[in-house]
């Protein structure tokens, strides 16, 4: 699939050629479609404008960058696993008003200022919002080994971003804790949405 400089509304764009390169150009206005995408990062690259669409992950997205997509009032479902929202220093994206409350957001990122306008996915995610600005805060909190690695970890992320999300139950089991040890942690924190 190649969209090039269209616009489309209301239709169904279905993604799932793995074995060709699919791309929605940023000429390309998506607007109130349903995007049902089933191929892996590497088969795929979007950089139009999608606008009240519905995002549907078929299956696992992983590694994908959302940085060169404009994503307005759009609703995501599926798994989205360490992808990149927003916009960073040189890049066009943008990601406002969006539902991601149906989503499974494992390691995610987002960058700019706009993750206030978001709705995140309840616990058993949770969401660290502005991460390198509570940093010290969360450093200096008393927390198993396992999860000051996590914390610590912050450092290395893009000093843009402005949220990282987590599935409890995934982050748990990485770090061989229990889901309450980790919401013990995470959740004495007020930038901390569960």
């Known amino acids: 699939m190649n969209l090039q400089d269209t616009v ?3 239709e169904e764009i279905v993604i799932d050629d793995s074995k060709s390169f699919n791309a929605i ?3 390309v206005v998506l607007e109130k479609c349903t995007i049902r995408c089933s191929v892996p990062a590497q088969s795929l690259s979007i950089r139009g404008k999608l606008v009240g669409s519905l995002v549907i992950a078929e299956s696992h997205l992983t ?3 959302w940085l060169e997509a404009k994503l ?3 609703t995501f479902q599926g798994v989205f696993k360490e992808n990149e929202f927003g916009t960073l220093s040189g890049s066009n994206g943008s990601c406002e008003s ?3 409350s149906e989503a499974d957001l494992e390691d995610c990122s987002f960058f700019g200022t706009s993750s206030e ?3 995140f996915p309840k616990w058993p995610y949770f969401v660290i919002l502005n991460p390198h600005r509570h940093l010290a805060e969360m450093q ?3 927390k198993h080994d396992r999860i000051a690695d996590v914390v610590d970890s912050i450092e290395f992320l893009d000093e843009e971003a402005s949220a990282i999300t ?3 139950g995934s982050l748990a089991q990485r770090l061989g804790l229990s889901i309450g040890e980790v919401q013990s942690f995470f959740s004495q924190f007020a930038f901390v949405q569960m």
């Open 25 to 27: 150009g940023s000429g």
């Open 166 to 168: 987590y599935n409890s």
């Open 140 to 142: 200096d909190r008393p």
């Open 72 to 74: 307005n009032s759009c």
């Open 63 to 65: 590694g994908f960058s």
């Open 98 to 100: 969006c539902d991601f």
């Open 117 to 119: 306008s978001l709705t």
């Open 8 to 10: 489309i509304k209301g």
